[in-house]
């Protein structure tokens, strides 16, 4: 239990959120001896009790600050202080001094990068040690991969899009990729067709994922600029596209880089279109773990699952160092696919798919976006309740990027002013093609700690307040 030297309580009028507020209190007692190394924590459920706040108030503070390194969990013990290094003074973990109101980026050595698409990653686990040390413990394997993937992976990757996803499939329509971009690239080129006088046509959304353009355009694409709004990919503009176009590429559960969610009307007007015309939509799923508002929606390939090729990653919650995605499409394009890689010899490694089925049947894929969830939705509700004041937030309530509509010169003013104080945040313009009525900042809140959001909030605050 907590000593009884160490007050624990909440100011529900404190500009702070609950969570916060507990791990700002928990993280004070470790810099100030309060509490010693390898002290154990009270459970969520005592401590929730005691300070008369919901469970997932409590296990929100206890996932930031293991995030952070103040905390780590044992497997059926509890919850414990980290043991960490001193100079003399209170350190926080990453070794530099710890001060009392906000984390500079002198003081940590490195910028902060408000990234839109470095997902905050869990500490060592159990299932992920089990996971290598079985193949690690396994035989070499003596011959190349399946070009579609290893069979149980596929299996395993079908089974958690049936119950993640609602997306009904088989390991037969599911490939194993090292990524969405990757599973975009394969796409392309096997949808390209033979004869084009021209480039064929992406009908992509703008502002749009600028690596989506990228990658199309290596494989001899062109892109047609379609536009969005709050409620994502405006559908009624693809009349507009070129007879050459020959996909849609489409991000529904939260448009990137805008944060709209394309709604059922819409996803079904998507889905109508590319039967009519004859092409496939590329649907990029990216993030739709991550909802605090509504349930996800359907994906787009429960609409037109003839139509559609569905790109997912393990790179939002697992890492993307891992390097493990997918792609789910009818038969006949899995095939096509499968015959280019063989030739491409582009296979993930075995061993790697081999542990990635261990991780997903273990539940580790679970447990982390509960998490992550946790956090993110707590995350969510501190950035919209900063910068709400200053213009029209898109995507709060899903993802781990908030984008904030401001007029370009503003949006520009504040990234450089930021960004000369340690502080990186992308603007829309990056994403932008042609002209378009949006413009803004993108902020990104997954891979930073608790305290550099605070920081980085408070700069975007003074910023926008004196060139707004």
Known sequence: ??????????????????????????????????????????????????VGVARAVVESAYDQLTAE??????????????????????????????????????????RIRLATGTPWVPQLSAAWKRAWRDVGNAQPPPAYPDP??????????????????????????????????????????????????????????????HVATSTARRW????????????????????????????VYVTP??????????????RRELADFARTRDLMIIEDDYD???????????????????????????????GGGIRIGWLVAPPDIVEQIAELRIDLGDYPSLPVQHAMTSLLRDGEWDRTVRAARRLYRERDRRVAAALDRF????????????????DPRVAASVALEVAAAG??????????????????????YGSVSDDELSYALDLLIDALTRVS
């Open 1 to 50: 239990m907590l000593p009884s030297s160490l007050i624990m309580s909440v100011d529900r009028s404190d500009s702070r959120t609950l969570p916060v507020q507990i791990a700002d209190r928990i993280r004070a007692a470790i810099s100030d001896g309060q509490l010693a190394a390898d002290a154990r924590l009270p459970s969520s459920r005592a401590l929730s009790a005691e």
């Open 220 to 247: 001899g694409w062109s892109v047609h600029d379609v536009a969005v709004d709050d409620d994502g990919l405006v559908t009624a503009e693809l009349d507009r596209a070129p007879s050459r176009t020959r996909a």
């Open 148 to 209: 579609r993937g290893d069979t149980h992976l596929r299996s395993a990757v079908a089974d958690l899009l049936g119950r993640a996803r609602g997306l009904h499939t088989d390991a037969d329509s599911v490939m194993i990729t090292t990524g969405s971009m990757h599973g975009m690239s394969l796409s392309l080129a096997v949808l390209r067709e033979d004869g084009f006088t021209s480039a064929p046509v992406l009908a992509h959304e703008n502002p749009g994922y």
């Open 288 to 318: 739709s773990e991550f909802r605090y508002d509504v349930a996800p929606l359907p994906t787009v390939a429960e609409f037109a699952p003839d139509r559609t090729i569905y790109l997912g990653t393990v790179a939002k919650t697992l």
């Open 69 to 110: 390194g103040w905390l780590h969990a044992r497997r059926g013990s509890g919850t414990f202080v980290r043991r960490l290094p001193t100079d003399g003074q209170a350190t926080n973990p990453t070794g530099s001094k710890r001060s009392t109101t906000r984390v500079t980026p002198s003081v940590q050595g490195r």
């Open 391 to 406: 213009g029209e937030l898109r995507g709060v309530g899903a993802g781990m990027h908030t984008t904030l509509l401001l």
């Open 423 to 444: 502080v990186d945040v992308e603007t829309l313009a990056r994403s932008t093609r042609s002209a378009s009525p949006v413009a803004g900042l993108i902020v990104g």
């Open 253 to 266: 559960s939260h448009q990137y880089p805008t944060g709209g969610l394309l709604t059922v009307g819409r």
